[in-house]
């Protein structure tokens, strides 16, 4: 994640912070913050959210279905009161800002200067109640996408900052015990620069490279190769992530990570090895989400052989 895209989250998280207060002091008139809910649903390129948010501050059609507003359907609330459309003559829901313009408009100093009789009063004020109570019950969506966002923004910075300690324990490991790996690893980043399908390859190669090259520092490999019976020389990814894993299964418990990140590594490697000679069967292209996954699980497998600290040689 780069610093632009860490600094944009940081502002929604603290804009989010800021709407939730509006929300639940009544601090602006709720088409204020009915925008600066959708100025952070769009810094989320979240498009479910402002198609929902343009139907609050404008208003429903006549003809609506919520499953238009695909994963914000569930914060619409169906049980709303309805306005009459001056062309078409059908009713549709209303939105927020029409709703609180409604309670404004029959609250006690505006009713006392309709002169209107005690029993229409009464009746107004009743009515008033009723739409606050319909705001109120209404809001519950709103506050409760605000709320879900800023739970979201609060676990990504407390996953990145465990990601960002994983990383550094990683780079530290690196320069202490296979600081060639460090060259590899600034080829990755390098890699990654270009975006086109030959640099996400060429990353995964630099990424086996870095994982070989920790291998031979926690689990040398004596026999460098091997050879099938045809005399053609196995691949090596299997023999480095075998002894890399083998390693971190005999001094780590986390026994379910370690087999995702195998496993996961293993099929994402598969796909940069030269198909078996007659295959018909073409391997499938790295993916830049292949590049990336492989590059995070290459952390977090380093970050665990760091912390385990018990690197042949080691006096820690």
Not at 130 to 153: A, P
Request: charged share 25%; net charge neutral; hydrophobic share 35%.
């Amino acid at each position: 994640m780069d610093d632009y895209q860490n600094s944009n989250l940081g502002v929604a998280k603290e804009l989010s912070n800021v709407i939730l207060v509006d929300l639940e002091i009544n601090q602006l008139p709720i088409s204020q913050s009915l925008m600066k809910i959708k100025r952070l649903a769009r810094m989320l390129r979240d498009s479910d959210a402002q198609k929902w948010l343009d139907y609050e501050i404008m208003g429903y059609p006549v003809v609506f279905d919520p499953d238009e507003l695909g994963s914000c359907k569930k914060y619409y609330i169906s049980d709303r009161p309805v306005i009459r459309d001056e062309r078409t003559h059908k009713s549709h829901p209303i939105g927020l800002p029409h709703l609180e313009s409604y309670i404004n408009s029959t609250k006690i100093e505006s009713v006392s200067k309709l002169g209107a009789n005690e029993s229409q009063k009464m009746h107004i004020l009743n009515k008033h109640h009723e739409l606050v109570n319909d705001f109120e019950r209404l809001k519950t969506g709103i506050h409760n996408y605000v709320t879900e966002v800023n739970i979201s923004l609060s676990v990504g910075d407390f996953a990145q900052d465990i990601f960002d300690d994983t990383r550094l324990a990683a780079d530290r490991f690196i320069r202490q015990y296979c600081p060639r790996a460090g060259e590899q690893l600034l080829a990755v980043h390098d890699r990654m620069k270009h975006h086109d399908p030959e640099s996400f390859s060429l990353a995964i190669g630099a990424v086996q490279g870095v994982l070989a090259s920790v291998a031979d520092v926690v689990s040398p490999l004596y026999e460098t190769s091997s050879q099938t019976k045809k005399g053609r020389v196995r691949t090596t990814t299997d023999q480095y992530l075998n002894r890399i894993f083998s390693y971190i299964k005999q001094n780590s418990k986390n026994d379910l990570l370690l087999s995702m990140l195998e496993s996961e590594l293993k099929y994402i490697f598969s796909k940069t090895e030269p198909s078996p000679e007659k295959s018909t069967v073409l391997h499938a292209g790295v993916t830049v989400d292949d590049t990336h996954r492989a590059i995070i699980h290459m952390y977090l497998i380093i970050g665990e052989i760091a912390k385990i600290r018990k690197v042949p040689g080691s006096t820690n």
